[in-house]
């Protein structure tokens, strides 16, 4: 990328820096081409899409390699080993590959089952059994371990079924005997064990999505300033779900190809399932790997296998059931996401993840206007907002380069239906521009458990996971606040909206397009939105003083027992300018009388007349005092070198010892002298020392701690802000870790928050939350 950018000529980097939406037609030409007549252009795109250059596609030798591997870790008892190098041979084995007469997939499918059997996971065993007898029905040794998964979870009647045909499958007279003795066995009641069944992963994709209805109507509004909007049609009040979509097109970030389902999002189970035609992706089930990739197991179904006339009609409809699955590949949506990028060739793995969104949302509008029967056309795709004239110079390069070489890997799929017009490369940089500005990044929650020594309990944090990237057409609508009265969160990948507070008829429906009161001060709040989204934020947090902005990064007064705050010249400039518009002292006043903590930190705010020195930098806004901020950041800098090693520990799982909980409590006394109580370095500071605390098993230290920076998010976010029932739920544990129970009023409020932000889905995302109230 940076060597095609270094020899584009001045006078297209200079008409492309210049440009608006209505030259990218000139500016696109140029390029396009300039790169036709440029070499290294087209062995950039042969490096990328190149059959003969390929390091995704499929490889027999590869596979039949891992395969060796993972059979002589069996035959050693090292069941985890095995089970990895199944899966990586399953990763790399094309569909169609023979080994030994059977199809080479449903070997390894069954020989994974195996192993994953010998680890106890009887589910996702069965399911691997499921998958070898679609590629190979007359598999009799994938129904012999079918039933044994069956009989370990209880559905006796379906392992006698699956040893019935294992029976009729076999030919070795020695295998007919195994299967006879354990039919025997499962005919004898007394041998019989009552065992709960979950339900199979290949079923439940998507199932604990509840059908919980939208409760209000909203309307979209048009305004000036903000655009548009959405807005309430009546009054809604808090928790309510108003709001629920599927992504129009979304991709797995590159981080999680390892670890999440590449369609739903999802952590990946044991029993992954591969892409059938390159080794990119993974995923949790054949229904995602089938609405990812638009092909079916089934289709690649070995025919010839042993008659079954001598079955009974039950028998041979509960076969047709088993290797027949209700998931085809036509019922899928026009467009699977990743159809256009499975040709073995791996420009999807190596290009940024918006650009290959950029080529799934254009894909996906193709396929559309395909099934149409309509005439393609490259304008106007997604209605969506976008603000490529207020791009910085080196972005909109950037832009028309990945547009020239996204058409090129999209010609390898496409052909003749994408051919090398500017129109086409012009509409490609609108849309990075409008994902830019509109994609929603798909967080899932992981719970974190800290062990203590000598106790089997774990303390539980709660954190955020940005998995993948998508864009959602009706979630776009909604614009931004540092305060919103909505929350947005996922289940997979569909987007949900719920209301945080109550909100009137006729107010605007706001979500947070990231930083909100309370996690960042308010001129780094208005800086990321100005560089990322092009808009200078007005929201009620940015336009009117409030407590949080003013302790945030805030410091201590020089003056003993003043409690006042000051402030450095950024956040002071910053707070003043929202100050300058009020022309009557009032106006101030009657927003921040009624807070005792505002009047405590901030008293010569209610004082001064003239809001032009209301914010003096260096001066406590309570007194007036002067504080040297100079020394202050000495002092902080000083005490960071400690603080930062205690950190480092908890983070890479090091040894905590006393003399680094001891350097941290001390330098932590230092930062209390310069910075404001309220300031959220210290609740940092606090929440690392905890879990030092409960690391090396002091959960009464780790309480006092984990209290202390609660109070202070309290006074940042809220007190029923999701941020503090997050720490809460540390609380919970804590307490629960020395044999308390839970708070009665700190359970509440916990469970409170949830619900408000979650709702009925409360329980889903945070399955420790029942745990905890059962111990309140």
Same mark, same amino acid.
């Given at each position: ?16 820096? /210049? ?18 007549? =440029?070499? #290294? ?48 041979? #399953? ?55 079918? +039933? ?33 003795? /354990? ?121 010839e296998y042993r008659p079954l006339q001598d079955l009974s009609h039950d028998l041979v409809r509960y076969i047709r059931n088993v290797t027949s699955p209700d998931i085809s590949s036509s019922n899928i949506e026009h467009g699977a996401q990743h159809r256009h990028e499975c040709q073995g060739t791996h420009w999807s793995a190596v290009l940024p993840s918006d650009v290959v969104l950029a080529g799934r949302i254009l894909a996906k509008h193709t396929e559309q206007q395909i099934s149409s029967g309509a005439d393609l056309k ?51 940089? =609108? ?43 009706g979630g776009s609508l909604f614009n931004h606040s540092c305060q919103p009265n909505v929350h947005a969160y996922f289940l997979s990948r569909t987007l949900f909206v719920r209301t945080t507070e109550n909100v009137t008829a006729g107010s605007e429906l706001e979500l947070s397009y990231g930083p909100q009161v309370g ?23 940015? +336009?009117?003083?409030? #407590? ?18 000051? =402030? ?64 202050? /950041? ?7 070198? &400690? ?113 408000? &932000? ?19």
């Open positions: 990328m940076e060597k095609l950018k270094s020899v584009i000529p001045e006078t297209i980097k200079q008409a492309i820096s /210049e440009s608006t939406t209505d030259d990218l037609s000139s500016t696109c030409s140029s390029l396009l081409h300039f790169f036709q007549n =440029l070499p #290294l252009f087209h062995q950039t795109v042969r490096d990328l899409t190149d059959p003969e250059m390929v390091l995704c596609g499929k490889n027999k030798e590869a596979a039949l390699e891992a395969k060796a591997k993972g059979n002589d870790c069996f035959s050693k008892g090292d069941y985890s080993s095995a089970l990895h190098f199944y899966s990586q041979a #399953l990763r790399v084995s094309p569909m169609d590959a023979e080994d030994k007469e059977k199809n080479l997939v449903a070997t390894l499918f069954l020989n994974r089952a195996s192993s994953l059997h010998k680890l106890g996971f009887f589910l996702e065993s069965r399911q691997d059994c499921d998958r070898a007898l679609i590629l190979y029905p007359a598999y009799a040794k994938a129904w012999f371990w079918r +039933a044994k998964a069956n009989s370990l979870l209880g559905n006796h009647k379906d392992a006698i079924n699956d040893l019935n045909v294992s029976l009729k499958m076999e030919t070795s007279s020695s295998g007919k005997r195994q299967i006879q003795s /354990e039919l025997n066995m499962l005919s004898d009641p007394s041998t019989l064990k009552n065992r709960t069944v979950d339900k199979p992963n290949d079923d439940s994709s998507g199932s604990y999505v509840t059908d919980e209805r939208l409760q209000m109507e909203l309307h979209c509004v048009t305004s000036t300033s903000k655009g548009r909007g959405i807005f309430s049609s009546s009054e809604i009040h808090p928790a309510s779900l108003i709001h629920k979509e599927d992504p129009y097109a979304a991709v797995l970030l590159k981080q999680c190809r390892e670890t999440h389902c590449a369609f739903c999002f999802d952590e990946l189970p044991a029993d992954t399932v591969p892409c059938m035609s390159c080794s990119i992706p993974l995923y949790c089930s054949l229904k995602c790997q089938v609405q990812a990739g638009g092909q079916c197991f089934s289709e690649c179904k070995k025919k490259f304008y106007g795709i997604l209605d969506l907002c976008q603000n490529y004239g207020l791009l910085p110079a080196e972005t909109k390069l950037e832009f028309h380069v990945y547009s020239m070489i996204l058409l090129s890997c999209l010609q390898l799929f496409y052909g003749s239906k994408f051919s090398s017009e500017s129109a086409i490369t012009s509409e490609i940089i =609108l849309l990075l521009a409008k994902i830019r500005v509109n994609s929603m990044a798909i967080v899932c929650m992981k719970c974190s458990d800290l062990k203590q020594p000598g106790n089997d309990d774990a303390t539980s944090s709660v954190e955020q996971i940005q998995v993948a990237q998508a864009v959602y057409c996690e960042w001060d308010c001129s780094e709040r208005q800086k990321f939105l100005e560089d990322r989204y092009s808009f200078i934020c007005q929201c009620s947090g940015c +336009a009117q003083a409030n #407590l949080s902005d003013l302790v945030h990064t805030g410091y201590r007064c020089s003056k003993p027992n003043c409690f006042g705050v000051v =402030l450095d010249s950024c956040v002071a400039k910053c707070e003043q300018q929202k100050l300058k518009h009020l022309k009557e002292s009032n106006s101030l006043q009657e927003h921040m009388l009624n807070d005792d903590n505002f009047r405590r930190v901030a008293r010569h705010v209610f004082e001064n007349t003239d809001y032009s020195h209301c914010f003096k930098p260096s001066h406590c806004l309570s007194c007036g005092s002067f504080c040297d901020l100079q020394t202050s /950041e000495k002092k902080i800098a000083e005490a960071d070198i &400690y603080i930062q090693r205690l950190q480092d520990a908890v983070a890479s799982g090091d040894e905590i010892t006393a003399n680094l909980i001891t350097d941290a409590l001390d330098y932590m006394n230092i930062l209390i002298t310069v910075l404001h109580p309220f300031n959220k370095r210290i609740a940092k500071v606090e929440d690392n020392i905890a879990q030092a605390f409960c690391l090396i098993g002091d959960p009464q230290a780790a309480l006092d701690h984990c209290r202390a920076s609660i109070e202070i998010l309290e006074m940042l976010y809220g007190e029923n802000h999701i941020v503090v029932a997050n720490e809460l739920i540390k609380l919970a544990s804590i307490r629960h870790s020395m044999g308390q129970k839970s708070g009665a009023s700190d359970t509440g409020r916990m469970v409170e928050i949830f619900y408000r &932000y979650y709702g009925s889905h409360a329980d889903v995302i945070f399955p420790h939350l029942r745990y905890l109230k059962s111990k309140a």
